[in-house]
T-cell receptor
Framework: AQSVAQPEDQVNVAEGNPLTVKCTYSVSGNPYLFWYVQYPNRGLQFLLKYITGDNLVKGSYGFEAEFNKSQTSFHLKKPSALVSDSALYFCAVTADSNYQLIWGAGTKLIIKP | EAGVVQSPRYKIIEKKQPVAFWCNPI?????LYWYLQNLGQGPELLIR????????DSQLPKDRFSAERLKGVDSTLKIQPAELGDSAVYLCASSITGTSDEQFFGPGTRLTVL
């Protein structure tokens, strides 16, 4: 069965510091991995995805994520956090063998000035 | 380009009453999704359409929930009768196809059942 885990309910980072939001997954077949962000009282927005190719994927708002097949991870990163990055972040995974998008429980990112 | 449109944005009803939500996806997007989202949690898929065909409705509580996507464009999700536990945000999303394409979400409808 497919699954995705976001092991941290909340991540606190000081403004200007690098941030990492963790995501690990389990699928049968080649994974398709996504990150979405949800700002307070707003809808979900797509950030980036990994389908194939370069393991380092760049997305919106300066975010990037690295696909690590051996560790089955797809952690979201940003070199320098902004207060405006504070939001709820969701990792999602599906596979080419059996389409069913599985969502993580979400990680609340808090960036302190 | 217009995004996914949902209406209404907010709805307050009493339990046992019916309620309907409407969604217009992005033009050209063949796949449409209805999700339920509780506060601080991830979206839970209710139903997925490929054009006008419901290809995954395994999580839709069919005793009270129904959905349709006539002509493969806009869609309606209905609850009848509503229960207190149905209070949540109902999200509609669309994508070009239902495989490796990212989903675009509407603003959602916040339902409160009293």
């Amino acid at each position: 069965a497919q699954s995705v885990a976001q092991p941290e309910d909340q991540v606190n980072v000081a403004e200007g510091n690098p941030l990492t939001v963790k995501c690990t997954y389990s699928v049968s077949g080649n994974p398709y991995l996504f990150w979405y962000v949800q700002y307070p009282n707003r809808g979900l927005q797509f950030l980036l995805k990994y389908i194939t190719g370069d393991n380092l994927v760049k997305g919106s708002y300066g975010f990037e994520a690295e696909f690590n097949k051996s560790q089955t991870s797809f952690h979201l990163k940003k070199p320098s956090a902004l207060v405006s990055d504070s939001a709820l972040y969701f990792c999602a995974v599906t596979a080419d063998s059996n389409y069913q998008l599985i969502w993580g429980a979400g990680t609340k990112l808090i960036i302190k000035p | 380009e217009a995004g996914v449109v949902q209406s209404p944005r907010y709805k307050i009803i009493e339990k046992k009453q019916p309620v309907a939500f409407w969604c217009n996806p992005i033009s050209g997007h063949n796949t449409l999704y209805w999700y339920l989202q509780n506060l601080g949690q991830g979206p839970e898929l209710l139903i997925r359409y490929e054009n006008e065909e419901a290809v995954d409705d395994s999580q839709l509580p069919k005793d009270r929930f129904s959905a349709e996507r006539l002509k493969g464009v806009d869609s309606t999700l209905k609850i009848q009768p509503a229960e207190l536990g149905d209070s949540a945000v109902y999200l509609c999303a669309s994508s070009i196809t239902g495989t490796s394409d990212e989903q675009f979400f509407g603003p959602g409808t916040r339902l409160t059942v009293l």
